[in-house]
């Protein structure tokens, strides 16, 4: 059964970089076959797609954050990370990290999400 | 704002049906298939339905999905307590080349 989990501090200063990683067991993080992926949730308001990324490092980003993001992996861990800079308080919000499926276009496992909030 | 809209809220009686619509445009809903997403109250959301129609392992057959152009719509039979819980719809966006959502649908069970 496939697990992820997100890990990083809950509490970031305004201008910061926000960081996180996510943790993959029971699963390969080396397929073509699905692309891992980081969506977030402000306090009680809808999903937004933030980006994903292939195990072979190809990345897309959602434009509206695009200039603030960076998606990496590290495929020796089973991790993928999350860095988001000059973060203001709009970026406050639970965070998930999920797997995409390529055939489905669609999110099969997600972790449990991790609340980052966003104040000095 | 979200790409895809759904309405704020429905509800229903234990055992009636009720369905959640959701809208795009044609770089999302008119050109890809649509996945629902059921998030139960202080959880992560969960695969409900992939492809338009198709139920992933363990998912009831009381959730059901349509697509015919848009709007696409989820329904759920037999409505029980437990469904109470946001629905979110999602579709591939070609412009984006990434996913977008709908803003969320909360059921409230009667």
């Known amino acids: 059964q496939v697990q992820l989990q997100e890990s990083g501090p809950g509490l970031v200063k305004p201008s910061e970089t926000l960081s996180l990683t996510c943790t993959v067991s029971?699963?390969?993080?080396?397929?073509?076959?699905?692309?891992w992926s980081w969506i977030r949730q402000p306090p009680g308001k809808g999903l937004e797609w933030i980006g994903y990324?292939?195990?072979?490092?190809?990345?897309n980003y959602n434009p509206s954050l695009m200039s603030r993001v960076t998606i990496s992996v590290d495929t020796s861990k089973k991790q993928f990370s999350l860095k988001v800079s000059s973060v203001t308080a709009a970026d406050t919000a639970v965070y998930y990290c999920?797997?995409?499926?390529?055939?489905?276009?669609?999110?099969?496992?997600w972790g449990q999400g991790t609340l980052v909030t966003v104040s000095s | 704002q979200s790409v895809l809209t759904q309405p704020p809220s429905v509800s229903g009686t234990p055992g009636q049906t009720v369905t959640i619509s959701c809208s795009g445009s044609?770089?999302?809903?008119?050109?890809?298939?649509v996945n629902w997403y059921q998030q139960l109250p202080g959880t992560a959301p969960k695969l409900l339905i992939y492809?338009?129609?198709q139920r992933p392992s363990g998912v009831p057959d009381r959730f059901s999905g349509s697509k015919s152009g848009t709007p696409a719509s989820l329904a759920i039979s037999g409505l029980q307590s437990e469904d109470e819980a946001d629905y979110y719809c999602?579709?591939?966006?070609?412009?984006?080349?990434?996913?977008?959502f709908g803003g969320g649908t909360k059921l409230t069970v009667l």
């Open positions: 999602a579709a591939w966006d070609d412009s984006l080349n990434g996913p977008v």
């Open positions: 492809s338009n129609n």
């Open positions: 029971g699963g390969s993080v080396t397929s073509d076959s699905w692309y």
């Open positions: 044609s770089s999302n809903i008119g050109s890809n298939t």
């Open positions: 999920a797997r995409g499926r390529q055939e489905l276009n669609a999110f099969d496992y």
């Open positions: 990324l292939y195990y072979s490092g190809s990345t």
